[in-house]
């Protein structure tokens, strides 16, 4: 089965640009889409396909992905961007299935 | 502005079958997506269960395709989810949610319901 990799955490000073990584076997191949998810609450779509914003989510949210690296990046982070993180795609190499990373904790400093 | 909302017992036993519903406001079920339910134990990720579409046509992780059953009643626009024999490791919170698609490739939840806690304990 396909498996997603992203870094347990991500620590990041206010104004300063994290990136999160999610790395997969030619993941540059399929279409990436990233969650924002604070404590207690239900996962928020910030990126799909890659790099498409939903209305509503901040141009400081950007995506990328190429090779085996797809990757998250938030400008000017504040502290309200503090929460995890998950990208998700949609395998067809084996069985039709929805993948998650294992998600990352974006800590801000 | 689309909605869902999860619903169902929040204790069940262990060997007994979870049964969660999931209730759509203000989106036709009916519409051209697809439904999904997505869970995440205490402390963990999240975890994906299936996907249903309007017709019925569903899709399922494999590690739960067995234990796993997931309709749908239009007349009621709402999608449910039915998970059988259960243990501890099933305790997490259920969450439902609109999965986008286009031409038999699933996207990306873009609405979700706010979670459910579901305990499987004696």
């Known amino acids: 089965s396909y498996v997603l990799t992203q870094p347990p955490s991500v620590s990041v000073a206010p104004g300063n640009t994290a990136r999160i990584s999610c790395g997969g076997t030619?993941?540059?191949?399929?279409?990436v889409h990233w969650y924002q998810q604070n404590p207690g609450q239900a996962p928020v779509l910030v990126i799909y396909?890659?790099?498409d914003r939903p209305s509503g989510i901040p141009e400081r949210f950007s995506g990328s992905n190429s090779g085996n690296t797809a990757t998250l990046a938030i400008s000017r982070v504040e502290a309200g961007d503090e929460a995890d993180y998950y990208c998700q795609v949609w395998d067809t190499t084996d069985d039709h299935s929805v993948v998650f990373g294992g998600g990352t904790k974006l800590t801000v400093l | 502005q689309v909605q869902l909302q999860e619903s169902g017992p929040g204790l069940v036993k262990p060997s007994e079958t979870l049964s969660l519903i999931c209730t759509v406001s203000a989106y036709s079920i009916s519409s051209g997506y697809y439904w999904g339910w997505i869970r995440q134990p205490p402390g963990k990720g999240l975890e994906w269960i299936g996907s249903?579409?309007?017709?019925?046509?569903?899709h399922f992780n494999p590690s739960l395709k067995s234990r796993v059953t997931i309709s749908v009643d239009t007349s009621k626009n709402q999608f449910s989810l039915k998970l059988s024999s259960v243990t501890a490791a099933d305790t997490a919170v259920y969450y439902c949610?609109?999965?986008?698609?286009?031409?038999?490739?699933?996207?990306?939840?873009?609405?979700w319901g706010p979670g459910t806690l579901v305990t499987v304990s004696s």
């Open positions: 030619n993941i540059g191949r399929k279409s």
């Open positions: 949610a609109r999965h986008a698609q286009s031409h038999g490739l699933l996207w990306y939840f873009d609405y």
């Open positions: 396909h890659d790099s």
């Open positions: 249903i579409y309007q017709s019925g046509s569903t």
